[in-house]
């Protein structure tokens, strides 16, 4: 069956950094579009990240252009979302997804705080 697993998250101070992997198996990786989203408490679910089959498109949503980067690697069926210079605002649980098939992994913590 199809599976979506993160890992990587953590307590981090404001201006650090975390690398959040998704391993994926169950379903041709490299054929689909790859998401990052977040959902802070109280909050609704929201974009971060997409980047397309090949790697060679992505986008970011505005509150994290220039700090996060999506990446993939076809060969081991997992993306990656390196984020730097991190905010408390950033604080969330963070999800990895294939939109299109809707499948979705079961989410990473990332607290941001002194």
């Known amino acids: 069956q199809v599976q979506l697993v993160e890992s990587g998250g953590g307590l981090v101070q404001p201006g650090g950094s975390l690398r959040l992997s998704c391993a994926t198996s169950?379903?041709?990786?490299?054929?689909?579009?790859m998401g990052w989203y977040r959902q802070a408490p109280g909050k609704e679910r929201e974009f971060v990240a997409r980047i397309m089959p090949t790697g060679g498109y992505t986008n970011y949503a505005d509150s994290v252009k220039g700090r996060f980067t999506i990446s993939r690697d076809n060969a081991k069926n997992t993306v990656y979302l390196q984020m730097n210079s991190l905010k408390p605002e950033d604080t969330a649980v963070y999800y990895c997804?294939?939109?299109?098939?809707?499948?979705w992994g079961q989410g990473t913590q990332v607290t941001v705080s002194s």
């Open positions: 169950g379903f041709t990786f490299s054929a689909y579009a």
């Open positions: 997804g294939a939109p299109s098939i809707g499948k």
